[in-house]
């Protein structure tokens, strides 16, 4: 059903406010979905949380790969807390107006969040390779000053094509209708209600999404190419499956964000549709998320460890003492302690 826009001033001059359309007429699946997203919405604060607050507070974890899964974990946060609070009022009932600025400051925030991410998942793929191919020059090469301007360059290249899509597309006029038909204030949604003909817009607007999604996800490619390379050409099965496990949470993680923004904002115009692009936004902002800190907390002994000190898992008088050795018994060989070890 349309909203009725006769009140907002839409006659020959541009729609000053907007209102997002109602997900479903059916209650009870809205309200089920509204709980689900919630839910998810608090789990992922929760786990990013921890996670940065985790490495934070242990010294062990002040190592390049941690520093951008902390920044990963603040992007997340940024990412989800961005769109889902207006998400969460749509699945329950139509949202009430939202005017021209909130509606440009979400989708300037949740493009920065999206961009910064995929250039910060090429740096943590730089990172990989040059751990696994180049570990003579990795203290060199990952410096506290390198990492700290490749998470600074993620964030302002988000920063730079946030600001220039949502000003691309705000510059638009918008004279009706003025009901979006999403979730949240995305970009082909409201370039959908710009006026006159905008297919010139939308193909720029496809570029701008190929080049940030494409260009990062080839840097991650290449490096992982390099990585392959060198872990076939180990001569031990062992150190094959070590740095192979240390990549997997990563690839993982690369998959689910790469897939789902490939799917939503790489597809031709025609195979687009309004219920298909809402399930796929709550799949790419909630779900993955979620997946994010579970993925590296259950395939990373450290980052549990660290968490588990964090929760107090430790007792406060034993935080920060090395375990003492075990000393061997008298008459004790040195095979036999191997094999009472093992």
Avoid at 147 to 174: E, H, K, N, P, Y
Avoid at 218 to 229: C, E, F, G, K, N
């Amino acid at each position: 059903m349309s909203l009725n826009c006769s009140s907002w001033p839409e006659n020959g001059a541009s729609v000053t406010c907007f209102a997002f359309a109602k997900f479903s007429e059916a209650a009870e699946q809205c309200f089920l979905l509204f709980a689900l997203v919630l839910l998810m919405f608090l789990a992922s604060l929760t786990g990013n949380a921890l996670i940065a607050l985790a490495i934070r507070t242990n010294a062990a974890l002040h190592t390049p790969m941690y520093f951008f899964l902390a920044n990963l974990s603040l992007l997340e946060i940024g990412y989800t807390a961005s769109v889902v609070p207006q998400m969460l009022q749509s699945l329950l009932s139509r949202a009430p107006a939202v005017s021209r600025e909130a509606c440009a400051t979400q989708m300037f925030f949740f493009t920065l969040f999206g961009i910064s991410e995929c250039c910060l998942l090429a740096a943590m793929a730089f990172d990989r390779y040059t751990a696994i191919c180049a570990p003579l020059h990795y203290a060199a090469r990952m410096s506290r000053g390198v990492c700290a301007r490749l998470a600074a360059a993620s964030w302002g290249v988000g920063c730079t094509v946030g600001l220039g899509q949502t000003s691309f597309i705000f510059s638009l006029d918008f004279c009706g209708p003025c009901e979006i038909d999403h979730l949240f204030c995305d970009l082909p949604p409201i370039l959908a209600l710009a006026c006159g003909d905008t297919s010139r817009n939308e193909a720029l607007v496809f570029v701008a999404a190929a080049l940030c999604i494409s260009s990062p996800f080839s840097l991650i490619i290449a490096s992982y190419a390099r990585i392959l390379a060198s872990v076939m050409a180990a001569p031990s099965p062992e150190g094959r499956r070590k740095a192979l496990s240390t990549c997997s949470s990563h690839l993982l993680v690369v998959t689910l964000f790469y897939g789902s923004a490939s799917v939503t904002y790489l597809r031709p115009k025609a195979s687009r549709s309004p219920g298909t692009d809402k399930l796929l936004a709550l799949f790419y902002t909630v779900v993955t998320s979620v997946l994010n800190p579970i993925i590296y907390s259950l395939r990373n002994k450290e980052v549990k460890a660290a968490l588990g000190r964090t929760l107090g898992g430790r007792k406060a008088g034993t935080r920060g003492q090395a375990p003492r050795p075990r000393r061997p018994a008298r008459g004790r060989t040195c095979g036999a302690r191997a094999r009472a070890d093992d």
